[in-house]
C-alpha cells in the first residue's frame, strides 16, 4: 500500500505501471509451423500465469508501426512481478526470437492540479482501464520553465487542456508518472473507439498555452487491443490461421470457463486479497468460510473495496464509507449508486478459481 507523499494528504493506493513494446525477429516466420506454435502457446501461458497478481492488457501493433509488433500494458502492486514477468516472458520458445524497442515505467499518483467541475485534485491512483478498441500511448516531458511558473499559472493552463478534453467524452485519459523511475517525466494512454476524435482532441490540444511547455511527446504508438494470441498471430506467417476479433481471449473467458487467481491458504477466513481476472482487479473476501468475489474499484470513486470493512454481509469501501453487498455488489448506503461486478468463486485441490459468466448486475 502506497501513500501520497506529502503529510496531510489522503492515503491512496499507488500502482506501479509498465508498457512493454515487443519486436518480433522475422527470421521466427520461416521456423516451421509446429514451432511457432509451441512459442505462441509457451508465451501465452506465461503472461496468463501473473493473472494472478498483474492486470495485464495486450494489444497489435501489426500495421501500426514498423518498429514495434505488439505491447503488454502491466498494472500492479510490485516491481518486482513486472520483473519477473519480463523474465517468464523470455525464458519461453518465443524468447529468443523477441526484442524490446521501447519500455516505459511509471506509476500512479494524485494530481496536483484542481478539476474545474470536480472542484479538487483528481485522485485516479488506481488504473480502470476499459473495453475500447484503441490505445494511444506516448510519453513526454515537460520544460524546466514550465516547473520555474507558479502554481497558479500552471492551474489557469491546465483549466484550458482540461477544458478541451472534456468536449471529448469518448476518449479516456490514463495519466501515469515517471520521475527519477525512467527518462520520460510522464506516460499517457488513451483509450477511445473512435481514432478520429483522438485525433481531433490532439490537433486542439496543440494549440493550448500549456502546449508550448512541451519538450517531447514522442514516439507515439497506435495500439489495437486483441487477446494475445490473437495478437501474436496477426503477425502472420505461411499456414497460420487467421487471428480472431479482438478481445475475444477475455470474451472467452466470460462464456463459462475458471481461471485459478491464488491459493486457498492465502486467504484464510477473515482475509481479503486482490487477484486479477480477465483484465480487471478483484476483491477476493473470506467471511466465515465463504468465498466473495467483487469489483475491486468502488463504483464511486475508485475506491479499493479490499482494504475495506466486512460486516453484516457487506464490505464498506474505505474511502468514503459506500456500502456494498458482498453477493450481489448492490449498494446499500453511502454516495455510491452503481453496483460492483461480482464472480462466481469455488475452491479445488487447495487452488481458488474464479467463474467467468455474467456479473450478477447485468
Known sequence: MGRSGREGDEPSRRQVVKFTFYRVDSAWRSLPRPQREKAKGELCRAVESFGDCLLIRSYSLMGMRGDADFMLWQVGDRLEEIQELATAVFSTAMGPHLSVPYSYLAMTRRSIYVSPEEGGPASHTVLSPGDAKYLFVYPFVKTRAWYKLSKDE????????????????????????????????????????????????????????????????TPIFSCIAMGLREALDTL??????????????????????????????????????????????????????????????????????????????????????????????????????????????????????????????R
Open 236 to 361: 502472420g506467417a505461411s499456414g497460420d490461421t487467421a487471428p480472431r476479433s479482438a478481445g475475444a481471449a477475455i470474451e472467452a473467458i466470460r462464456a463459462g470457463g475458471w481461471t485459478r487467481v491464488a491459493a486457498a491458504e492465502a486467504l484464510p477466513e477473515g482475509a481479503s486479497q486482490i487477484v486479477y481476472f480477465g483484465g480487471d482487479q478483484v476483491a477476493l473476501f473470506n467471511v466465515g468460510g465463504q468465498l466473495y468475489a467483487v469489483g475491486n474499484r468502488c463504483s464511486h470513486a475508485n475506491g479499493p473495496l479490499a482494504e475495506g470493512v466486512v460486516e453484516g454481509g457487506c464490505v464498506t469501501c474505505p474511502w468514503h464509507g459506500s456500502r456494498f453487498d458482498l453477493a450481489s455488489g448492490q449498494p446499500q448506503g453511502g454516495p455510491a449508486v452503481k453496483p460492483v461486478p461480482t464472480y462466481r468463486v469455488k475452491v479445488e485441490d487447495g487452488e481458488v478459481f474464479l467463474g467467468a459468466g455474467e456479473p450478477a448486475y
Open 154 to 217: 500552471r492551474q489557469r493552463m491546465m483549466d484550458e487542456h482540461i477544458g478541451i478534453g472534456r468536449k471529448y467524452p469518448s476518449v479516456k485519459l490514463n495519466t501515469t508518472y515517471s520521475y527519477g523511475l525512467d527518462d520520460q517525466e510522464f506516460v499517457v494512454a488513451f483509450e477511445t473507439d473512435e481514432p478520429a476524435d483522438f485525433l481531433d482532441l490532439v490537433m486542439e490540444l496543440r494549440e493550448t498555452e500549456a502546449s508550448s511547455y512541451t519538450l517531447s511527446d
